[in-house]
């Protein structure tokens, strides 16, 4: 049974930087593309960033210039460094992973939230 883990989350000023972390069991699961999407309240859950196993990196409009993906095939960790946040960025962050042979397996993680204070 695939797992994600997220862990990085808590409370930040605005301005500040947080690096959330992912990581997937078993290590050895392939994964096509691991992402960080984020929800609040009352709002469908949005696309952060996402990097596909060649590398291949998306990022939201809101986000871009700001926030970092990272990937490590290896340990089947990815990470997301957040830097200049705005309370507007407060959320539930979750890490999602799609594998699978035909690439139709989604997993998620828990969440883990980050709150920006003004």
């Known amino acids: 049974q695939v797992q994600l883990v997220e862990s990085g989350g808590g409370l930040v000023q605005a301005g500040g930087s947080r690096t959330l972390s992912c990581a997937a069991s078993p290590s050895t699961s392939n994964f096509y593309i691991m992402a960080w999407h984020r929800q609040t309240p009352g709002r469908q859950r949005e696309l952060v960033a996402s990097?596909?196993?060649?590398?291949?990196?998306k990022y939201s409009d809101v986000v871009k210039g700001r926030f970092t993906i990272s990937r490590d095939k290896f340990k089947n960790t990815v990470s997301l460094q957040m830097n200049s946040l705005k309370p507007e960025d407060t959320a539930v962050y979750y890490c999602?992973?799609?594998?699978?042979?035909?690439?139709?397996?989604?997993?998620w993680g828990q969440g883990t939230q980050v709150t920006v204070s003004s």
């Open positions: 990097i596909d196993s060649a590398g291949a990196i």
């Open positions: 999602h992973a799609i594998g699978g042979y035909f690439r139709d397996e989604h997993y």
